[in-house]
């Protein structure tokens, strides 16, 4: 039974959070996912429960009624804050090292670790004096 109750306990917010509120579209909160809250940290304007975020949201709203589209949405917000506001920064410029260097840091180390485990061929020469050795009595 208490494992239940732990269970009830543990999802029911997770359950509560998943529906946006019904005075704003679903559409609203999935480009506001998209944007960063400017005075939280590690929060989208979606889940953030600021004032500002919620002006947001509701900025969103209203751009959506007026027929605008997402990236004009996302515009609006690029030039009233910067880039700095997009979760996903545009693959150019300097940002498109964040994007690459990644990927080009897990190739070096995946090229490292097999250069370091490769089996490596040993010369001839030296198997025949192993096996020389080998075969010859202890002193």
Do not use: H
């Amino acid at each position: 039974m208490r494992w239940v109750l732990f269970l009830a306990l543990f999802f029911l917010p997770a359950l509560g959070q998943a529906e946006p509120p019904p005075d704003l579209s679903p559409e609203v909160f999935r480009i506001a996912r998209e944007l960063r809250c400017p005075v939280c940290q590690g929060e989208s304007a979606a889940e953030s429960n600021s004032g500002v975020a919620v002006e947001m949201r509701r900025i969103i709203a209203e751009m959506l009624q007026e027929g605008k589209t997402e990236e004009e949405i996302k515009a609006f917000f690029v030039d009233r804050y910067g880039e700095w506001i997009l979760y996903s920064p545009p693959r150019r410029g300097v940002t498109l090292w964040a994007w690459v260097l990644p990927g080009v840091a897990l190739f070096l180390l995946a090229w490292g670790l097999f250069a370091y485990f490769r089996p490596r061929k040993v010369p001839k020469e030296l198997l025949e004096e192993a096996e020389r050795r080998l075969k010859e009595p202890p002193a």
